[in-house]
Structures are given as C-alpha cells and as structure tokens.
C-alpha cells in the first residue's frame, strides 16, 4: 500500500507494508480524504497541538472496513465509516485527555489504509459519495457543535465563505434558524444565497447590518475578530469562535460582553456522540456537502497548494479512486 509521510513541510509518497488491526481497531479501506485550514498549519509548522515526527497527513477521511481485531462487535467487514479527528472525545465537554488527534499526534488518513480504533468510528450517510463523506469530521462537525442549542426563528450569524461557514449555513437552515451570511464580494454572494442564506452582509460594516435586523443570536466566528461579533449580538447572544485566520486574536473587552450578557464559547470540533447525532440529521434531510474539486491520490500536493490559494467554494477532496 502508499500512504503520505510530512517531511520538512512537503508530502512524501512511500510504499509500505499493509498493517493489521488489534485489540479494539478496524483496518479501513481509504476512499477520501479532505482538506483544512488545520492541514496547512500542520505542514507550515505553525499548529497549536502536538505533531508527531514522519507523520500521516489529514485529519479527514472515510472509507470501508476491510478487517476487524480482536474484540471488535460494533464494526463489519464492508461497513461504511468515517473517524473521528479525536477518537478518544466519545462525548460531553472537550478535556485535555482527548487530546490526541489524526492527521497531529496520531497518524492521519492520507493513505490507502489505515488501522484505527474502532471507538473512534462514525457510520456514514447511505446517500453521501465517500468524497462527500470525507468532509464530515472536522468541518462539518466544527460548524456543527458551534450551533448546538440554536432553535427555530433565531438568527444565525456566519462569517464568509469557508467550508465551517458553509455548513453552518445548512445546518443552521436545518435548525429553522434565519441566516444571514457575510461575505467580502457579490461573487460569492448568489452562492450563499442558493446555499440557503435568508441575507448576505457584503459591506465591511456588517455588525451595523446585523444590528438593523435585529441582531444575532448566534455568530459563527471564523476571523477571530470577537469584539465585532459581541457586538452583532442581542442580549444574552452567543459567539461560538471557531479560529483565526489571519492567525492573531485581538484583545476581547469584557465591556462588550458585560454590556449584552454575551457568551462566548471555543470551538474544538466535536464529540463522537455529537458526530453520530449530526450523521443523523444529515441522513433524514438528505443534505449534501459542498465539494469545490476533487484530485486523485497522485495529486495530494497540487491539491494542497490549490487550497492555501483560498479560493475554493465548498470543500477539497483527494480521493483514492
């Protein structure tokens, strides 16, 4: 088999040999893996968590079970799956022992098989591709648990066109929620609108817009630019601050929070539990992922570099065909 090593930043195709599952793993037939922000901070050296040295890329995928170890009941041979990016997180609040990670401390999905445990496994969607399925584990799940509470007739708030952006605009359609998106440019503007937004905010002063609306109270924050989201809120609003882009995070005034009782909240991904309940929801309303392009497994490289361009609307898959 072949699967993609990091080395010094650039993705190394190796030849090697098939592993066997244990105690507790599956081994899984890789179909599809996709592309994050988080990728690009892995290969540039600049993620927050712990990476480990000759690492397997990619935090996403799904595929097929081929092969069970011993102990494993939940999982058959030929079952449809996608892994958890922290397989340890089964569910309730996030803990520092959850930490370890695919595609960071543990070995990713970039390779035609991989050996996972079989806790860290969610079914996936009978009509989703496994290139759809691919996008499910950090993205969706991220936009996800940023909109977990949020009832029908309230106003959801998301911040540009990324991929966590994207599904929090289905998601947050799905929940009977108004949405309204911001986006920097009417090109992307009647994409947002098909995709299910009730407004698209183009102007730099979208907080003013918000406001005239009525406020928030959800925003998805993606930018990282808190003070202007707690100020997009109604009172007791929540911002649920997924990252930062451009990579700093101003300085958050406790006044602003203080003035509309706002809450907020850190993203990190989500739980199993919490993964397996958004399969669900996904399954019965039949939503599908945005996919911006595909590449074959050969094109793992060109396809990184086509997604740190930023253009993409909707995910980037590497499929393995």
């Known amino acids: 088999m072949r699967a993609y090593r990091l080395e010094q930043g650039e993705l190394v195709l190796r030849e090697c040999e098939v592993p066997e599952p244990g105690r507790g793993q599956v081994l899984v037939d890789v179909r599809a893996s996709s592309l994050n922000y988080r990728e ?6 600049t993620y927050p968590l712990p990476v480990k040295d000759d ?8 595929g097929v079970v081929v092969a069970v170890g011993p102990g494993v009941t939940e999982w058959a041979v030929g079952d449809r799956v996608a892994a958890a990016v922290f397989p340890l997180w089964q569910h309730g609040p996030f803990g520092h022992e959850f930490l370890p990670q695919l595609g960071g401390s543990l070995d990713g999905m970039l390779a035609e098989r991989v050996v996972l445990e079989a806790s860290g496994l969610v079914r996936v969607p009978d ?41 929090a605009v289905q998601f947050g359609k799905l929940s009977g929620a108004r949405v309204i998106a911001t986006s ?109 392009r595909v590449f ?26």
């Open 40 to 45: 690009l901070m892995v290969q540039r050296g």
């Open 55 to 62: 690492l397997v890329p990619n935090a996403d995928g799904a």
């Open 127 to 167: 009509h989703l591709s496994f290139e759809e399925a691919a996008t499910l584990p950090c993205a969706a799940l991220t936009a996800w648990n940023a909109l977990d509470g949020v009832r029908a007739g309230q106003t959801v708030v998301t911040r540009g066109s990324g991929s966590v952006s994207l599904f």
């Open 184 to 292: 920097r440019g009417p090109a992307k503007a009647s994409r947002l609108t098909a995709l299910g937004a009730d407004l698209v905010v183009t102007s730099e002063d979208w907080v003013e817009e918000v406001r005239a609306v009525g406020g928030a109270d959800r925003v998805v924050d993606v930018v990282g630019a808190l003070n202007d989201s707690v100020r997009a809120l109604k009172v007791s609003g929540e911002v649920a601050a997924v990252g930062s882009l451009g990579g700093g995070w101003p300085p958050l005034d406790p006044a602003l929070m203080f003035g509309s009782v706002a809450t907020v909240r850190m993203v990190a991904i989500g739980s199993r539990a919490q993964f397996t309940a958004m399969n669900r929801a996904i399954a019965v309303a039949g939503l599908r992922p945005v996919v911006d």
């Open 296 to 321: 074959g497994f050969e094109e793992a490289a060109e396809a990184y570099r086509y997604y740190a361009k930023g253009d993409a609307f909707g995910k980037v898959v590497i499929s393995m065909g």
